[in-house]
């Protein structure tokens, strides 16, 4: 009996023994600890090993890809709101929209009730070397139909695009006829600027999209043009211009500025402090100058209208822009996508930096232009409120805040009446883009009467038959109560008309020629230019 009890207390610790022993067996057996040895390594931070566990051991099947995207994602939440990765299936149309080109065949479409339109083609292009016209429906692009199956103008594109010399088939309808082209791809330019036209005596206009590879040559392009047609004052539309490549912003800041002035300065905490001066000779350092600006104006746009009004070089007009100051460098990644990363902030001439706080995160940040809405800012000019309260000065002595964007010389409020419900909802619906484009399809020849954007801007108008047809439209497409517009509207909607069939013949030149003629802030500015 007392063998029997002694076994009782000593069998447990056996046992315990036992399972202890081959519990360090098994963690010493290969396949165990030894089998681990690849996931584990002392030069890894503990976030690549933790991916490197999911994707072996996770219960699941796991896209590793998708992992590492929202972890990297989640790090950089934590930064600024500039600090970005950009997925490998992204970074082509990134890289192209920056560095002036593309490679396809030379077209500008856009999406209407599945049916994928063609608004203009690019002269010399090789869409328009196979005779490709605007107006021109496309049907199906090698075998893919894209007309009535949900297309997207994206979709589209990723079709039309592919390497230089390579052949794509596309099938077009104009009119009632189906026309087959097999169209070899070339290198297409992504222009930025805009337009560039003389809208009133001596007064030229030019309007920059975005600061690309390219936007300096197209930029004294545009100056050699217009001086050729009488220029003495310039007006440089940078609205809703997001920026680019600071160098385009400081080569065209270079030709409006005289001597060895300084541009802006840029220093982080790992990027040395870097200056840029003018260095040259500029083709319009003298004349008078005025800079349109607005909430959508950020980054290398602020740098040109942030250079041009600290050294009181000219007139900034417009409402207050976004508020980035800080300098991103672009990182190629092993998977083919890419970091942009903040390095450095910029400082414009009087010693300011414009970047808005994003000390509230990103959701904040990103709500600020619809605050500034709701604060009555883009009505008023003293709803504006500069977060930074140091002074800072300009060349002639003005007092100018940094902290939140450029504020202009001259405040212009956003154009309420172009926005009354009934108008807003023609816009949403999109009544006036599907409009215009059916009709310009329907009645090339008589379009095709018109030589130049000035011309069509002269001699075209929009007919009561024509503005009945469009109010038909718009009754069909369930917009009630366009049949009793107001006249004030009709003036809206009709300069719109006129302005997007500009656009169908004349691309984004024709577009704001029209736009442009009932403008407050070009208005303004021809006024200040031509009586200062």
């Given amino acids: 009996m007392a063998n029997n009890r002694k076994l009782q207390v000593f069998l447990p610790l056996l046992m315990a023994g036992v399972l202890a022993l081959g519990m360090y067996l098994g963690h010493k057996m290969p396949g165990s600890q030894n089998g681990n040895m690849g996931l584990f390594n002392r030069n890894q931070t503990p976030l690549q090993e933790v991916i490197n566990l999911l994707k072996a051991k996770y219960v699941d099947t796991l896209q590793a890809a998708d992992l590492q995207q929202e972890a990297i994602e989640g790090i950089l939440s934590h930064l600024d709101p500039h600090s970005v990765y950009i997925p490998p299936a992204n970074l082509a149309d990134v890289n192209d929209n920056l560095e002036g080109n593309t490679q396809g065949i030379g077209v500008e479409i856009n999406v209407i009730a599945d049916t994928v339109n063609i ?58 006829k189906l026309l087959d082209m097999q169209i070899t791809r070339g290198i ?10 003389m809208t009133a005596p001596g007064v030229g206009y030019i309007k920059i999209s975005k600061f690309s590879a390219t936007t ?4 004294m392009d545009a100056i050699t043009k217009l001086k050729g047609q009488g220029l003495k004052d310039l007006i440089i539309d940078l609205r809703q211009n997001p920026g680019g490549y600071l160098e385009a912003a400081t080569n065209i ?20 402090k870097a200056e840029y001066k003018c260095n040259k000779p500029g083709v319009f350092e003298d004349g008078p100058l005025a800079i349109l600006t607005d909430e959508g104006s950020a980054s290398a746009s602020e740098i040109l209208a942030g250079a041009i009004q600290d050294w009181d070089r000219g007139t900034v007009i417009g409402r207050r822009t976004f508020g980035k100051g800080l300098v991103q460098e672009q990182y190629g990644l092993s998977n083919g996508g890419a970091l942009r990363l903040t390095i450095a902030r910029y400082y414009i001439p009087s010693g300011r930096c414009i970047q ?10 990103d709500e600020d232009i619809l605050n500034r809405y709701n604060h009555g800012e883009l009505l008023n000019k003293d709803s504006i409120k500069p977060t930074d309260t140091v002074p800072y000065h300009t060349a002639k002595g003005r007092t100018v805040y940094g902290g939140g964007g450029i504020t202009p010389d001259i405040f212009i409020p956003i154009d309420t009446s172009r926005f ?22 329907a009645h090339l020849p008589e379009f095709a009467n018109y030589h130049n954007a000035e011309d069509f801007n002269k001699r075209f ?14 009754v069909a497409d369930s917009v009630p109560g366009v049949q009793d517009i107001r006249e004030s509207e009709a003036v809206v909607v009709k300069q719109r008309m006129k302005a997007l069939f500009a656009k169908q013949l004349f691309r984004n030149e024709g577009y704001l020629l ?19």
């Avoid at 297409?188 to 036209?197: E, G, K, N, R, T």
């Avoid at 808005?356 to 940040?365: D, E, F, L, P, V």
């Fill in 188 to 197: 297409i330019p992504l222009y930025s600027v805009d337009a560039a036209y």
């Fill in 420 to 441: 009354t419900p009934l108008v807003t909802k023609l816009y949403i619906r999109d009544v006036m883009n599907q409009f215009t484009a059916r009709y310009y399809s």
């Fill in 461 to 474: 108008q929009i007919s009561d038959a024509l503005f009945s047809e469009l109010k038909a439209f718009a």
């Fill in 253 to 272: 800041a270079d030709e409006l500025l005289s001597d060895n002035k300084l541009i802006l300065y840029s220093k982080g905490s790992n990027y040395p």
């Fill in 356 to 365: 808005k706080s994003y000390t509230n995160g990103r959701a904040a940040y």
């Fill in 514 to 532: 029209i736009n442009n003629a009932n403008d407050a802030m070009v208005h303004k500015a021809i006024e200040v230019l031509q009586h200062p």
């Fill in 216 to 219: 300096y040559k197209e930029f």
């Fill in 119 to 176: 608004v203009s083609v690019l002269t010399g292009s090789p869409a328009d070397k196979m005779a490709v016209r605007s107006g021109d429906r496309i049907i199906k692009v090698n075998d893919s139909t894209v007309a009535g199956n949900g297309i997207t103008v994206e979709g589209i594109r990723k079709l039309l695009r592919g390497p230089e010399e390579s052949k794509v088939k596309v099938t077009v309808l104009r009119g009632q």
